[in-house]
């Protein structure tokens, strides 16, 4: 059997995970077309106010995120890491086309069909843009830019996704993230705030049963392209949040012992009450974001929050 390297990649990860004790699957491979559809759909429902809450802060407050990234250079490329929809990044594109700060977009995301679904509408939508789309992981598609000359960037990491991290995990990436930077590149951050826990687990586990559909399609997507044989029935969705730490955290638990294979031969067992781990949501204090941005070796420059204090959008400076 000959793998693409997409295919070999993904193969290899659920192998390693579901190999572990305790299991694991990577968060990442969430979005394949219909996932993309289904957290879509997410960030629509009631229950999950982080898309609500930064979409205030974007429509608000564009244009003095793009006034505060002017020093030193007056104009500068949009970059944005896990791009999905695009839907929030809307406001701070239009507004940068306004302004004339910038009318160069390039969306990285892991879901292809995402990325070519940008490049066809964003254009249409926003006339005068530019998007260049790469489909592939952060950090090799930033070194692909690094190749492309030396025009100053602002990086988008918006969603709370550097949440779906664990804070040293956090530290790393952003570390990581910092080198591919030039000095003067700017990067705006979105962290999802602690507060009420039951607004949080809300979030992750609403009435339409949307996020434990989200879940669930990643053993759907190792059947359809692995050869898989899960059953998704034979699992519950198990979300839990930890107001000391502030780890949200989603498992996949078995409601019965039986085993799974994979068209190449690899045989998981799975034991009766035996979780899956899914996804964690890292929620943060003021304090630890601001040691996070430190320990990464950024400046600071501003803090945007939305009416109701649940989001901030976090803006850093490369010296």
């Given at each position: ?12 990860d659920?192998?390693?995970?579901l190999?572990a004790?305790p299991?694991?699957?990577?968060s990442?491979y ?15 429902c ?18 003095d ?8 250079h ?7 890491l ?10 701070l ?11 160069r977009y390039?969306?990285i995301?892991?879901?292809a ?13 926003l ?5 260049d789309?790469l489909?592939?992981e952060?950090?090799?598609m930033?070194?692909?830019l690094?190749?492309?000359g ?8 918006l ?5 779906n991290?664990l804070?040293t995990?956090?530290i ?10 030039k000095?003067?590149?700017y ?8 507060k009420?826990?039951?607004?949080i687990?809300?979030a ?14 990643l053993?759907?997507?190792?059947n359809d392209?692995?050869g898989?044989?899960f059953?998704?029935?034979n699992f519950?969705?198990?979300?839990v ?7 949200c955290k989603?498992?996949?638990v ?6 799974i ?8 067992r799975f ?5 899956i ?27 945007y929050?939305?009416?109701q204090q649940?989001f ?8």
């Open positions: 059997m000959q793998l693409t390297q997409v295919d070999s990649a993904f193969r290899r659920v192998i390693r995970g190999s004790s299991k694991f699957l990577l990442k969430f979005y394949d077309s219909r996932g993309d559809a289904l957290f879509q759909q997410i960030m629509r009631p229950e999950y106010y982080l898309t609500r809450a930064e979409e205030e802060i974007l429509r608000d407050k564009s244009r995120i793009l006034r505060a990234c002017t020093t030193p007056p104009t500068f490329d949009i970059v944005e896990g791009a999905g929809d695009a839907s929030k990044t809307t406001h594109l239009r507004a940068a086309i306004d302004l004339t700060f910038s009318n390039v969306p995301d892991i879901s069909s995402m990325v070519e679904q940008l490049t066809q509408t964003l254009p249409v939508q006339p005068g843009l530019e998007v789309g489909a592939g952060y950090f090799p930033l070194a692909q690094q190749h492309n030396p025009t100053p960037k602002l990086v988008l990491f969603g709370g996704t550097i949440g991290l804070p995990e956090a790393a990436f952003c570390k990581e993230l910092n080198n591919y930077l000095p003067g590149d990067v705006l951050m979105g962290f999802d705030l602690r009420d826990p039951q607004t687990l809300n992750y586990n609403d009435k339409a049963g949307l996020t434990r559909a989200f879940n669930l399609n053993l759907n997507r190792i392209e692995l898989g044989t059953d998704p029935a519950v969705h198990f979300p949040y930890d107001p000391v730490t502030g780890a989603s498992y996949l078995s409601t019965c012992q039986h085993d294979l994979l068209d190449d031969g690899t045989l998981f034991g009766k009450d035996e979780p781990y899914m996804e964690i949501s890292q929620k943060y204090t003021h304090t630890q974001i601001a040691k996070l941005g430190n320990e990464a070796g950024f400046e600071p420059i501003q803090t929050m939305d009416s649940q901030t959008d976090v803006l850093w400076r490369k010296p």
